[in-house]
């Protein structure tokens, strides 16, 4: 299996723009999680979907963000407008039902400048 | 307000000692705690899981305890190695009782010095 896969690896672009990341998870997975990490607030959950639900969604920053997951093979997560604070890594993780173990992606490093 | 804080941003050991990693949380009650490793430019890897009725578990060289009544959780790596090198997160079940909803600390860098 190729684990976790998400795209870009690198995104750099400017304040105001639209940015969306991709995330393909493990097949046969049901939970797909987004995070955000920086160096000041570490890992944080920003939303989950269960079986391509959207359950908790309150760690979404604001409403500038938006995640969908179209399907139980790929989620995005979009930023519009995007902010230099948004500069951070993203990461998707993937779960199996039953599991405890989740399976992060390589993640995304967004640089808004 | 519920806070997860791992015991320091940066441990620095030398090769063949055992590192111990500290994890404490307050305003939780998580039913289980697991330990990830965090390489550079990488995602989060799972190490190991431990359950509130656990005292220790253990898994090669690692060992982890969960201690409920002091809300801490201590991670040993034995004989470390240079390739031990590493950021280790903590992250606890948030409380709800699903396994799909795990909060992280921020993670103690560990240095592994030959």
């Known amino acids: 299996d190729a684990g976790v896969i998400q795209s870009p690896r690198h995104e750099v672009t400017e304040m105001g723009q639209e940015v969306t990341l991709r995330c393909k998870p493990i097949?046969?997975?049901?939970?797909l999680f987004w995070y955000r990490q920086t160096m000041m607030r570490g890992l944080e959950l920003l939303i989950y979907?269960?079986?391509?639900?959207?359950?908790?969604d309150s760690g979404m920053p604001e409403d500038r963000f938006s995640a969908k997951m179209p399907n139980a093979s790929f989620s995005t997560l979009k930023i519009q407008p995007s902010e230099p604070r948004d500069s951070a890594v993203y990461f998707c993780?993937?779960?199996?039902?039953?599991?405890?173990?989740?399976?992060f992606g390589p993640g995304t490093r967004l640089t808004v400048t | 307000s519920q806070k997860i804080e791992q015991n320091s941003e940066a441990l620095n050991i030398q090769e063949g000692k055992t590192a111990t990693l500290t994890c404490n949380y307050t305003?939780?009650?998580?039913?289980?705690l697991q330990w990830y490793r965090q390489d550079p430019g990488r995602g989060p890897v799972f190490l190991l899981l431990?359950?509130?009725?656990?005292k220790e578990k253990r898994k090669e060289r690692l060992k982890v305890t969960f201690d409920t009544t002091l809300k801490q959780s201590l991670f040993h790596i034995t004989a470390s190695q240079p390739a031990d090198s590493a950021t280790y997160l903590c992250?606890?079940?948030?409380?709800?009782?699903?396994?799909?909803?795990?909060?992280f600390g921020a993670g103690t860098r560990l240095t592994v010095k030959p």
């Open positions: 305003n939780y009650s998580p039913a289980y």
């Open positions: 979907f269960n079986n391509n639900v959207p359950i908790d």
């Open positions: 993780a993937s779960l199996l039902a039953g599991a405890y173990e989740q399976y």
């Open positions: 992250a606890l079940e948030g409380g709800k009782g699903r396994n799909n909803d795990m909060r």
């Open positions: 097949s046969g997975h049901n939970s």
């Open positions: 431990i359950r509130e009725n656990e």
